[in-house]
């Protein structure tokens, strides 16, 4: 599996699951980011290198960053499959824009907040175009 692909699912996961303990287990924002960041870097900083180190360094912050996507209000994302894009367009910049980052501050709250508005927009799209238009007479 290829690196790339492997942190477009850490991604994935991240924003899922927090997702998830956000709003099914009702666990609020806040909580399901720290509880699944905290699980997971805990998890790196232990675990034996069994990836290479740059994995073990991207893994846990492409996960901390992907767990602000899941921080949003079912009213934004309005279900848990709509944080499955979203998670895929925060890997996707993170991965191709990160190094521009390098040094400021909110970087990843920046590509969070990017990758949920990228979402909506696809949502709000796609609700425009299945709805059907008159004919006319």
Known sequence: MSTNLLLLLVSVLGAVSTYVFNVQFKQGPVRASALLSLVVALVFHFLPPIFPSILMTKIPLI???????????????????????????FGFIFLNTSKFFTGFGGGLGTTACLSVAMTVGVNSLLQKLTLKVPVGR
């Open 63 to 89: 996960f901390f960053g992907a767990s602000f996507v899941g921080m949003s209000a079912p009213k934004i994302l309005g279900h848990k499959s709509w944080s499955v894009l979203a998670g895929l367009f």
